[in-house]
Every structure is written in C-alpha cells, then in structure tokens.
C-alpha cells in the first residue's frame, strides 16, 4: 500500500523547527554512513542548520566576489612601470579598439552604418603609429598586450 502524499509546510514554531532540523540531519549522516560503508569511500557533508541560511549567503556573495577579482582583475603590475603618457596612448588604442569592434557590431547586425575591413583597418592603425611612439620598440608594446 502506498503512503499518501506528504504537505510539506514552513515550521512556524522556532523550536519544532530546531527538533525538526535534528531529526533530518541525523536521517542524512546516517545514510552517508551506510552509503561511506557499503562503497567504502569517505564522504564529506555540509550542513546548514535553519538559522544560518542568511549567513551562507553573504559568504556566498564575498567569495563570488573574490573570484570576479581575480578572475578579471582591473589593473595589472606591469602597467606600474609605465608613464602617463604612455598610459594615455594605451587608452587610445584601446578606446580605438572598442570603438571598431562597436561598429563591426553593428554592421553584423544589419545596421545601417557601412563598414569595408580597410576602414576599420585604418581607424585602428592610424592609432597603432601614435602608440608605438611611446615606447622604444614594438616588442614593449606588444609585451604589454595592446597590439
């Protein structure tokens, strides 16, 4: 026979949920025990008890956070070393950069800005000569990946 469908409800009352909690939490390290036994492994669990919910959150959100910044950092070390001008000349290029790839954007979405590779080609390296002049050899500038 089978059994009816249980409802599942929010325990309203604080220490019924606690008891609750207790119940389930040991229901579940007994079945990882069986389970760590019969297959001979070792299982880990981590276990949230009703109250800290909120605080799991937050931990979530700081070492999201974390991992954006080091995932993409904002600034790198190697750009230190430069000086402002040459930092200005970067900027350009980049903007230079962001700029052509917006209107090869926008050509590629049917728009109705015309766009030949020649003229992207000589918005970009008009910029690329100006920027080589920072430095005292190509091979800096491409080392600091702007190229």
């Not at 579940?28 to 605080?55: C, F, N, R, W």
């Not at 600034?75 to 230190?80: I, L, Q, R, S």
């Not at 070393?81 to 200005?88: A, F, T």
């Amino acid at each position: 026979m089978v059994r009816a469908k249980l409802r599942m409800e929010l325990i309203s009352n604080r220490k019924a949920l606690f008891k609750t909690f207790e119940k389930r939490k040991k229901g579940q390290e007994k079945a990882t025990h069986e389970l760590s036994t019969l297959y001979e492994v070792d299982i880990g669990m981590i276990i949230y008890g009703p109250d800290q919910t909120e605080k799991f959150k937050e931990e979530m959100q700081k070492l999201s956070k974390r991992m954006r910044g080091a995932k993409y950092p904002t600034w790198d070390e190697k750009y230190n070393c430069l000086l402002y001008d040459q930092l200005k000349e970067i900027v350009t290029v980049l903007m230079a950069k962001i700029g052509a790839v917006k209107v090869r954007i926008n050509s590629m979405k049917g728009s109705r800005i015309p766009v030949s590779e020649s003229s992207l080609d000589e918005s970009v390296g008009s910029r690329k000569c100006s920027f080589h002049a920072g430095f005292s050899s190509t091979s800096t500038a491409a080392a600091f990946g702007v190229l």
